[in-house]
């Protein structure tokens, strides 16, 4: 018998078996659910409303803190924006991920897709 036709004889039950002796298959759980999404925001905000908005859309969990209520929050904000009170500021499992982005940076850093018009099209619509 060569050893082409060895494999042929070899079941699929048999192939499929799992070692034991390899311990369990580690799984990381990557589901928008288990994010820990924080906004450093302004209540006056434009863009931390449209950040809020996006989220909102999305059923994105997410915790926001008021840096104008709140000064611990301000320090933070602005050690992570060159001295800046810049909002939204967005950590994302206690990462910094995006300052004041747009509706599609959103899109890429949360794996969605953004339906809404841009632009012309946008005004238009209302």
Known sequence: MTERS??????????????PSAGPIEQRDTSVAERDVLLYIN??????????????????GYR?????????AAQTVESLNRGNRSTPTILV?????????????LAEIFGTVDTEPRG?????SR
């Open 43 to 60: 209540v006056w905000c434009g863009d931390c409303r449209r950040a809020v908005r996006f989220l909102d859309e999305h059923e994105i």
């Open 64 to 72: 926001t803190i008021d840096i104008d209520q709140d000064a611990e």
């Open 6 to 19: 060895e494999m042929l004889e070899v079941e699929i039950g048999e192939a499929c078996e799992i070692d």
């Open 120 to 124: 012309l099209l946008r005004r238009l």
């Open 93 to 105: 499992n206690g990462e910094h991920v995006a300052t004041e982005p747009s509706r599609a940076q």
